[in-house]
């Protein structure tokens, strides 16, 4: 049985925190500067450049490149033979948020309830799920989830027979109606199968895959490409202005279902893509 | 790349009247910010017949929520949050004279409407890009509502701050112009 202090994941979310919100990951970047060589609109061109310059400030000066720095979201990877020493996990977490949020100057944006809405202060609690492995690994991976492109997420019970076509219809329809409010050019997670809840949970777990990593599945993949293709025919471009880069990938996470059911859910990420993972 | 206009706040009718849909316009001078919270005790004054936390007349509103200053900075990145959640509060502001609002997405055609009669003026910033944005401005000061943190209404002086013209007072806008513009029939084959 392998023993993790407490203070070991307080420390480890405390800087996942600080360096999600701070520094685009590289395979992120990289499709941005693709997107830009590729862009055709003049004003799509000039939004991809302030985005990365955006990058490059706030990486120098350690700033958050976006104010709204989030929702702290949590996948837990957990060894079946670690034990962690001193505490919870989950409190834990929020313990790394708390400080991570305080010290790294990241803007809190968590209200206690959707009715009365008093801020927590500390961006706690952190949204975090958990996935169960064999041995000793403990792996923790942040994603940093904006409300702007969050609400623009959707969900959809769809029939058997609506298909894959009605699948890639419901996708491209829901971008089309996110439009401009969801920052793009969008990463699109895409959940289907399980039951309802299942289908969104998968849908922000597909955000998490490094931009532009493939399916390993290549029937999926091949979906993924077809829809890239059929959401930057939309024009709608980056911000939104008008142009031919408005998603820079599409990921898509499966899952066995029922025989009567069809659940897409597509959860969009804007292009402060803000993720990063430690292994402890 | 694209046409670029110093604009220096207050704004007149007159003034806005000579911007077009896609104008890449610098902006010098006084913002507010203001997003959900202000804006809903925004319209609660209003209706109590109290005092406004700032005159409207000729003034700019920026939807943002910035997060906290590093030490020796006047305002923490600042970036444009979606301007529709502000929709049902628009008007109220617009009919008070404001000529600007600076955000992110598409507005309502009730606050396109108020725009139009009142010649107040749409303007995009780039959404994420908080930390370029924070650097235009060069002071910050809360003037009401302090409780409300992130929210809080700040009077900013901002030089050269750069936005786009989204909807001008001919009745254009840029998302949807620009969509039109740049869609295609059949995929392009990128993702491949």
């Given amino acids: 049985m392998r023993e993790i202090p407490a203070g070991k994941i307080v420390e480890a979310v405390r800087d996942l925190c600080i360096e999600a919100n701070t520094e685009l990951p590289e395979s992120h970047l990289a499709l941005m500067r693709r997107a830009l060589e590729r862009e055709e609109s003049p004003h799509g061109r000039e939004v991809l450049s302030r985005i990365l310059e955006n990058a490059e400030v706030a ?4 700033i958050a490149f976006c104010q709204d720095t989030g929702y702290a979201v949590f996948f837990v990877e957990v060894g079946s033979d670690v034990r962690i020493e001193g505490g919870e996990i989950g409190e834990l977490i929020d313990r790394g948020v708390r400080r991570g949020y305080s010290e790294g100057y990241l803007r809190k944006s968590i209200i206690r309830s959707p009715v009365d809405r008093v801020n927590t202060g500390d961006n706690t609690p952190a949204i975090v799920y958990y996935e169960p492995v064999f041995g000793e690994g403990f792996k923790l991976t942040m994603l940093v ?12 019970m769809l029939t058997p027979a609506e298909g894959v076509e009605g699948m890639k219809k419901f996708i491209v329809e829901t971008i089309e109606k996110a439009g401009p409010n969801a920052s793009p050019p969008v990463t699109v997670g895409v959940g289907i199968g399980g039951p309802f809840e299942k289908a969104a949970m998968l849908a922000k777990k597909a955000l998490t895959r490094p931009s532009g990593e493939p399916n390993p599945d290549p029937e999926l993949a091949g979906i993924e490409r077809d829809l890239l293709d059929e959401i930057n025919a939309t024009g709608i471009g980056p911000a939104g202005y008008g142009g031919t880069q408005t998603a820079l990938c599409v990921h898509i996470e499966s899952f066995p279902t029922h025989i009567a059911a069809f659940p897409v859910a597509v959860n969009l990420d804007c292009h402060s893509h803000r993720t990063a993972s430690t292994e402890l | 790349m694209v046409d670029e206009i110093r604009l220096e706040a207050p704004l007149t009718r007159k003034g806005n009247e000579r911007l077009k849909t896609g104008d890449v316009v610098l902006l010098s001078g006084i913002l507010y910010t203001a997003r959900d919270a202000a804006h809903a005790r925004i319209k609660e004054a209003i209706e109590n017949g109290d005092d406004l936390p700032f005159d409207p007349e000729g003034q700019i509103v920026y ?7 590093r030490p020796g900075h006047p305002l923490g990145p600042a970036g444009p949050t979606t301007a529709s959640r502000m929709d049902p509060y628009s008007p109220l502001l617009i009919e008070r004279g404001l000529k600007g609002m600076v955000g992110k997405g598409l507005r309502s055609q009730p606050v396109r409407n108020a725009m139009a009669e009142h010649g107040c003026v749409y303007f995009g910033a780039v959404e994420g890009t908080a930390a370029l944005l924070a650097d235009r401005v060069k002071e910050a000061e809360v003037v009401a509502y302090r409780d409300l943190g992130a929210e809080a209404i700040r009077k900013l002086l901002v030089e050269d701050f750069p936005v786009i013209v989204v909807n001008d007072l001919h009745g254009g806008d840029l998302y949807l112009e620009g969509r039109e513009r740049w869609r295609r029939d059949a995929p392009v084959g990128e993702g491949s």
């Fill in chain 1, 145 to 156: 989830k904006g409300a702007g492109c969050d609400n623009m997420s959707a969900l959809k």
């Fill in chain 2, 63 to 69: 939807f943002t929520g910035p997060a906290p200053a």
């Fill in chain 1, 59 to 62: 990486k120098d000066r350690c």
